[in-house]
Nanobody
Framework: QVQLVESGGGQVQAGGSLRLSCAHS????????MGWYRQAPGKGREFLAS???????RYGDSVEGRFTISKDAAQDSVSLQISDLQPRDSARYLC?????????WGPGTQVTVSF
């Protein structure tokens, strides 16, 4: 059973930064891509960024250059660095993993931005 666990969310003031991390288990797994989405109350799930097994990166149209996705040397986790956070960025941030035809989601980590 694949499990994803996100961390790094919290409450920040506008203009601040956060680094979200997503770890998966078990470690023996063929990963084709890992990525980040977010979902605000009453809204659909929004694609933010992904990185595949070759290190190729994609960003969503709404990212505005403030988001940077990366994976660690052991490739057991993926991070999302977010700068200049704004209240509109408040949402639950979800990690996604694609392995073949299987897709896995973490429970998410909450990010709340206030003025």
């Amino acid at each position: 059973q694949v499990q994803l666990v996100e961390s790094g969310g919290g409450q920040v003031q506008a203009g601040g930064s956060l680094r979200l991390s997503c770890a998966h288990s078990p470690t023996i797994l063929t990963i084709h891509s890992m990525g980040w989405y977010r979902q605000a109350p009453g809204k659909g799930r929004e694609f933010l960024a992904s990185i595949d097994d070759r290190g190729r990166v994609r960003y969503g149209d709404s990212v505005e250059g403030r988001f940077t996705i990366s994976k660690d040397a052991a490739q057991d986790s993926v991070s999302l660095q977010i700068s200049d956070l704004q209240p509109r960025d408040s949402a639950r941030y979800l990690c996604n993993l694609m392995s073949g035809r299987a897709e896995y989601w973490g429970p998410g980590t909450q990010v709340t931005v206030s003025f």
